[in-house]
Every structure is written in C-alpha cells, then in structure tokens.
C-alpha cells in the first residue's frame, strides 16, 4: 500500500447522492452555477461555524482579496501575516493593493504575538491569522480586542482548520472575518472552491457584491455599484461541500485518532531527543491536524529522511518551503532576504509532515511511524 500526504474522502452513500443530484442538474432541473445548493451550503456552514454570514466562493485565494477589498484594505495600507503560510496569503494583500507585512512565527508555527505588536504602525489595518494545520492560539481572543482596539482588523485565514474550536468557539468565527479552502487536500473539498464568514454585515453584503462582479444584492434590477468580479461556486461544488460539511465533525475526531496515535508511537523519539512534537491543549481546543508535523532536533537530513520513506512507499513533505517572505516574488518586490526571520526560518528548515487523511487506518499509522523511527 502506498501511503500519500492527503487524500479526499467521500462516504459511498453520499457520492450515489452527489450524483444522482447533479444528474438532476444535467437534466435542466435546476441551475449548475449559485443555485439552491450554493445557498444550502452557505446557511449550513454559517450555522455550523456560528456565524451569521458565509459566502462561497471559488476559492480561498479569491475569498482572501474579496475580504480584503470589502474591508476597504488598499494602497498605502499594511497587512501583517506569518512568515509561515501559502503564498496565496501575501499576494491577496498585494493584489489589494496594500503591502504584506511578514511576521515571526512561534514553535507551533502560529502567528508570534508579541512580534506581531512590535510591527504595528499607522498605516497597520489589518492582521491576518493563520490556523496552520488546523491549530490555533488561545490569545487569540485576546488579540482581537487588542487590535480592535488600536482599529485594526483580525481575519482569520482558515484554509487548514475546518471543525477546529478554541473554548468551544468555531474557528472561523473569531476574528472580523475568515476565509475557507475547499482544495483537494483539505479536511474538506470541493474539488476547489473557498468560504467567507462573517458576523459584520457590511463586510457580508460588500463579499458578496464583490464576488457578482459588483451587483447591488438589494436592487430589484441587474444594477452594479461598485468593480467587482466573478467568484461564484458552481452548484456541483456545493452538492460535495454539503456532503463533506455533514461529515466534518466524524472527520475531525478521526483525524485526531490518527494524531493520538501518532503521539504515543513517536514518544520514544520525544524522549531520546530526536525530535518535537506540536503542543496542543485538548481542554481548550480542537486541533483539526490537516497537518501532522515533526520538528526534527538533531540535526537530520529531511532529503534523506524522505527517500527512505519512499522506499516503503510512504510519502512525506514539508509545508512552505521556501517560507512566504523568501518567494522569489517577494525577494523581488520587497527585499526580503535570508535572515530576516531567523526563528522562523530556522523552524520551517527543521520540520517534516507525516500523512494523515482518512484513507489512514490505525495500523497505517503504526507501520508508518515504525518506518520513521528507522529512517532517523
């Protein structure tokens, strides 16, 4: 068997159901784009995450720049992110218009905080939080009304962390606003397609004209106020996404058997050294692990590491490298050199992913972690 980092998951039953709906779709019985079943999936993933507002999109990436334009983000303006996430982070803030602005991040690769502060200025209007793998910060609360307070925005960039809470708070529903990816290797998907909550309703009617090339959604007639694009999710989409969504809570314990499993196999290289494990406090939080990460402590060769994996057909990565301030893109247009977030830097050269995805069962993870225990 061959063990591969992620894997999309749908129940038998529900792909019959998927397709015995679309085939309806295909039948001329219903719309194939913003139908009854993209406005489905929006009521059901804002109830779920306990928002007032969701808006789907066709991605995470276009979710991000429709947040950032509907917050009034642009030029002049700066937005702080971790130096640890996708590049989709950073370049929806540049093409908003304004400049990202990187931070450090912390051993569980989250936004450092108190980095964080040490970058605020006048021009700051919004911070932008990621979940990495799922996981986040109990400050985060905390966080919020400190900025708020000054007038900066928090958004959540929740691509990785479907079903993860922190005090039985959805992620999702702390910041002002959050974004979704429905990619192929998320927790859930759509194939792609992507996800805005909000409880600021200003925010969720500007996204919302924004993602319908600039409608007004109150005028009786196809008038259009403002530049806007198209960002609309096709009802097929919307059908995997209300099957993935009616399934994400058994996903998420799932995925933490498999982290729980993981732990207590690997505690014999925790204990000699060799290598440290993601902290999470379970009392406060529900790690959604879309990632399972070791950081390795002595010195190991992660190239090494991944071939002898190969070799027992077990597939490992590591997330972001290089990190987002050393793209290319970003070297390019902001100077950014090696260096200049040496913890950062210093963490993402050391850390690997193991898989952890449904296709996973519990002797998977033992013989996975037994090849890894020999491969270091």
Same mark, same amino acid.
């Given at each position: 068997?061959?063990?591969?980092?992620?894997?999309?998951? $749908?129940?038998?039953?529900?792909?019959? !159901? *998927?397709?015995?709906?679309?085939?309806? +779709?295909? #039948?001329?019985?219903? %719309? &194939?784009?913003?139908?009854?079943?993209?406005?489905?999936?929006?009521?059901?993933?804002?109830?779920?995450?306990?928002?007032?507002?969701?808006?789907?999109?066709?991605?995470?990436?276009?979710?991000?720049?429709?947040?950032?334009?509907?917050?009034?983000?642009?030029?002049?303006?700066?937005?702080?992110?971790?130096?640890?996430?996708?590049?989709?982070?950073?370049?929806?803030?540049?093409?908003?218009?304004?400049?990202?602005?990187?931070?450090?991040?912390?051993?569980?690769?989250?936004?450092?905080?108190?980095?964080?502060?040490?970058?605020?200025?006048?021009?700051?209007?919004?911070?932008?939080?990621?979940? $990495?793998?799922?996981?986040?910060?109990? !400050? *985060?609360?905390?966080?919020?009304?400190? +900025?708020? #307070?000054?007038?900066? %925005? &928090?958004?959540?960039?929740?691509?990785?962390?479907?079903?993860?809470?922190?005090?039985?708070?959805?992620?999702?529903?702390?910041?002002?606003?959050?974004?979704?990816?429905?990619?192929?290797?998320?927790?859930?998907?759509?194939?792609?397609?992507?996800?805005?909550?909000?409880?600021?309703?200003?925010?969720?009617?500007?996204?919302?004209?924004?993602?319908?090339?600039?409608?007004?959604?109150?005028?009786?007639?196809?008038?259009?106020?403002?530049?806007?694009?198209?960002?609309?999710?096709?009802?097929?989409?919307?059908?995997?996404?209300?099957?993935?969504?009616?399934?994400?809570?058994?996903?998420?314990?799932?995925?933490?058997?498999?982290?729980?499993?993981?732990?207590?196999?690997?505690?014999? +290289?925790? #204990?000699?050294?060799?290598?440290?494990?993601?902290?999470?406090?379970?009392?406060?939080?529900?790690?959604?692990?879309?990632?399972?990460?070791?950081?390795?402590?002595?010195?190991?060769?992660?190239?090494?590491?991944?071939?002898?994996?190969?070799?027992?057909?077990?597939?490992?990565?590591?997330?972001?490298?290089?990190?987002?301030?050393?793209?290319?893109?970003?070297?390019?247009?902001?100077?950014?050199?090696?260096?200049?977030?040496?913890?950062?830097?210093?963490?993402?050269?050391?850390?690997?992913?193991?898989?952890?995805?449904?296709?996973?069962?519990?002797?998977?993870?033992?013989?996975?972690?037994?090849?890894?225990?020999?491969?270091?």
């Amino acid at each position: 068997m061959k063990y591969n980092t992620a894997f999309p998951y $749908f129940p038998e039953e529900d792909i019959q !159901n *998927i397709l015995r709906k679309f085939k309806e +779709l295909l #039948e001329g019985k219903g %719309l &194939l784009s913003m139908g009854k079943y993209v406005k489905e999936f929006e009521k059901k993933f804002a109830d779920y995450i306990g928002v007032e507002h969701a808006i789907a999109t066709t991605s995470c990436t276009s979710a991000l720049e429709t947040v950032l334009f509907a917050s009034g983000i642009g030029e002049g303006d700066e937005v702080i992110i971790p130096s640890q996430t996708f590049i989709a982070t950073a370049s929806a803030v540049v093409r908003s218009g304004a400049t990202p602005i990187f931070s450090e991040v912390n051993q569980n690769f989250l936004l450092d905080f108190e980095d964080m502060k040490s970058r605020i200025t006048s021009k700051t209007k919004a911070v932008i939080f990621v979940h $990495f793998s799922g996981l986040t910060n109990e !400050n *985060i609360f905390t966080i919020k009304d400190w +900025l708020n #307070e000054r007038g900066v %925005l &928090l958004l959540e960039d929740a691509a990785h962390a479907h079903g993860a809470s922190v005090f039985d708070k959805k992620i999702g529903s702390i910041g002002d606003a959050a974004t979704f990816s429905f990619y192929s290797t998320k927790n859930m998907t759509t194939g792609e397609g992507g996800m805005i909550t909000t409880n600021n309703t200003h925010i969720a009617e500007k996204c919302t004209s924004i993602r319908s090339r600039g409608l007004d959604i109150k005028a009786k007639y196809e008038i259009f106020n403002e530049l806007g694009t198209n960002q609309r999710m096709t009802e097929v989409q919307a059908l995997m996404g209300l099957s993935q969504l009616n399934n994400l809570n058994d996903f998420v314990i799932y995925r933490n058997k498999l982290a729980n499993a993981y732990n207590k196999y690997l505690q014999p +290289l925790v #204990e000699d050294g060799s290598i440290r494990l993601i902290k999470v406090n379970h009392d406060t939080m529900v790690n959604a692990y879309w990632r399972y990460t070791v950081f390795l402590k002595n010195g190991q060769n992660r190239e090494e590491i991944r071939k002898k994996m190969e070799g027992y057909s077990i597939k490992i990565d590591w997330a972001y490298q290089p990190m987002v301030h050393l793209q290319p893109i970003f070297k390019k247009m902001y100077g950014m050199r090696e260096g200049d977030l040496p913890l950062s830097e210093q963490l993402a050269e050391t850390h690997i992913c193991l898989p952890i995805h449904l296709g996973i069962s519990m002797k998977g993870v033992k013989y996975i972690s037994d090849k890894f225990i020999e491969s270091i």
